[in-house]
């Protein structure tokens, strides 16, 4: 091949070139029926409800008329922080702040699995949430305003630190620094896959140690999830305000909404843009520290309250066992089988599963045949009950005869393996096999 040719095919000149470009063109045209086809797809989706900005009308109003606050002095500039207090005979929803003073942090380092949150006190905690210029996180994402909450003597102190543009927030972090030195432990809600991810980013580009890494932390959301997806369909802050602390925010500014309204402060200057933000980071801090208490009791089974849903107490239960606190397990478990329902059953089952472990076998035996005895079909029940009797009780007769009544009641779907044991003890009793139809 020539030299001149080399070239044509490198540059893509002649036949080859009009073929490229005709294969191009094709390309072209798919590209552009598939951005029809999005734009299609986008436009029937349901946008979010438009809800008109507070400063669109009226005069300009300044941050400090609306939000009471000061001006914080730092080597690295200024910022804005808010400073509120409840007393300890306060309360958030149906929770007393005063508890969360009392709270024991060993059932919160089995909630977090965490067991270094067993060797603070409740006084060393720091609840934190942030509100930011956007929901996904990235190191491209700011967090304007940090919340904050701990208890302060006898009240329970929040500091809301506000950078009012982006040259305040280093700033912002320095001071943040100064209210976590003597903390020993983080509260946070969905803390590890989103606040704390973005303050670390924001700490390393601005060049300042992050003190939040190193600490305990106890995110929530986690445990809220374990203890209350059986019966929420979400396990969002809000729902659990309304349905564990019965407490419902009014005019509350919607999550997605924030950081167009601190975009939309940063161009107007107006304090009704962030006002409401403040209040609603306020309440975050003050639902983290309501939750914290109700998740430690229902751990403990202690306090239960009218509302109270059998079923978290099951699911702490599972919480317990799994961190090996067999005897507390035991205990929750012996509440909720008490009561009635399917919670109970299931509590029943796991207790007696438990016993059986510890080779209590006079109380595991008991709870199996009150279970047969109601429901002569329980399929788990009858196995465990027939296992006793052929290997324990060594009465394979007994065992037989369990089976073969709990096959006319049992699920379809658990009488396959029914029959298979009910053939085994047949041959081990050398009865005349039934007609098992």
């Known amino acids: 091949m020539s030299t001149i040719n080399r ?17 191009k063109g094709g390309t072209r045209d798919r590209i552009g029926e598939l951005r029809s086809r999005i734009d299609a797809i986008l436009s029937r989706r349901p946008q979010p409800p438009e809800r008109p900005a507070p400063a669109a009308a009226g005069r300009r109003r300044e941050l400090e008329d609306l939000v009471p606050g000061r001006e914080e002095a730092t080597p690295w500039g200024t910022c804005f922080s808010v400073e509120g207090r409840v007393a300890e005979t306060g309360f958030h929803g149906c929770r007393f702040m005063d508890e ?13 699995n965490e067991p270094r949150l067993a060797r603070c006190s409740p006084g060393d905690g720091l609840f934190l949430d942030t509100e930011t210029t956007g929901l996904s996180g990235g190191t491209g994402t700011v967090a304007f305003l940090i919340g904050a909450g701990w208890f302060d003597g006898e009240d329970f102190r929040t500091v809301q630190i506000f950078a ?35 303050l670390s980013a924001r700490f390393v580009l601005n060049r300042l140690p992050d003190p939040l890494s190193s600490l305990p932390h106890l995110d929530l959301l986690h445990p809220a999830r374990r203890l209350f997806r059986h019966r929420l369909e979400s396990c969002r802050l809000a729902s659990l305000e309304e349905n564990l602390l019965r407490f419902r925010r009014e005019g509350d500014v919607p999550g997605w909404e924030i950081p167009q309204r601190y975009f939309d402060w940063l161009r107007r200057r107006d304090g009704r843009l962030v006002a409401d933000i403040f209040e609603h980071n306020r309440l975050d801090i003050l639902s983290m520290a ?30 317990l066992h799994d961190r090996a606190r067999i005897p507390e397990a035991r205990a929750l478990l012996e509440q909720v089988a008490a009561l009635e329902g399917e919670p109970a059953l299931e509590a029943r089952r796991r207790l007696s599963l438990l016993y059986k472990r510890e080779a209590l076998w006079e109380e ?27 290997h ?31 053939e085994r003890l047949t041959r081990k009793t050398g009865a005349a096999r039934p007609d098992e139809g």
């Not at 007994?398 to 096959?407: E, F, G, N, P, Y």
Request: glycine share 8%.
């Open 100 to 112: 969360l003073a009392a709270v024991d942090m060993e059932r919160l380092a089995l909630l977090g």
């Open 290 to 319: 309501a939750l914290t208490v109700h998740f430690s009791r229902l751990l403990g089974g202690e306090d239960p309250r009218e509302g109270d849903h059998p079923g978290d107490h099951l699911a702490a239960a599972r919480i």
């Open 7 to 23: 070239l044509k095919r490198l540059t893509g000149e002649g036949s080859d070139a009009a073929a490229t470009e005709k294969e």
């Open 392 to 422: 324990r009780a060594k009465d394979c007769g007994k065992a037989r005869a369990l089976v073969l009544q709990a096959l006319d009641t049992a699920p379809p779907d658990a009488r396959p393996a029914l029959r298979r044991r009910l």
């Open 164 to 198: 009012r543009d982006f040259e305040e927030e280093r700033a912002a972090l320095f001071f943040l620094r100064d209210l976590v030195r003597d903390r020993r432990f983080l509260v946070t809600f969905n803390g590890k896959a989103f606040d704390l991810g973005v």
């Open 364 to 390: 595991a035996v008991r709870l199996w045949g009150e279970m047969t005895g109601e429901n002569p079909g329980d399929p788990f029940a009858v196995e465990e009950l027939a296992k006793w009797y052929e």
